[in-house]
């Protein structure tokens, strides 16, 4: 996705993460802000090469929701995009639970806990 991101989550979320706990539970939400990654020139200048990488423009903001029952469709979670603070086109969210359910395992996180 070439992008560098920051994944949050509500309390539920961090508990579950930090307990290992799989599946997450209900009310869990984790967001994720996510940002093209540019080459650091000073960086670059040092390895003599491009290897170094740091955030540059905001890309999209993206939520997961877990309700078992709303979602079930979806693995029980609920999918959501914003880009430039705004809704991403509702088809666009047809590529999510495709994508996320290669994560089955891990209940369709992709991210995992680093205390």
């Not at 997450?24 to 390895?47: C, M, Q, R, W």
């Amino acid at each position: 996705m070439n992008s560098i991101g920051a994944v949050l989550g509500n309390d539920v979320a961090i508990k579950a993460y930090r307990e290992g706990k799989l599946p997450y539970p209900d009310g869990t939400i984790i967001g994720a802000l996510h940002y093209s990654h540019v080459p650091s020139d000073e960086n670059n200048k040092v390895f003599g090469q491009a290897q170094s990488f740091v955030p540059g423009s905001p890309t999209n903001i993206q939520f997961m929701v877990k309700d078992s029952t709303k979602y079930a469709a979806t693995g029980g979670w609920g999918f959501a995009t914003f880009i430039d603070g705004k809704p991403a086109a509702a088809a666009s969210m047809n590529s999510c639970f495709p994508c996320h359910n290669q994560a089955k395992a891990r209940d369709l996180v992709f991210t995992r806990y680093a205390p």
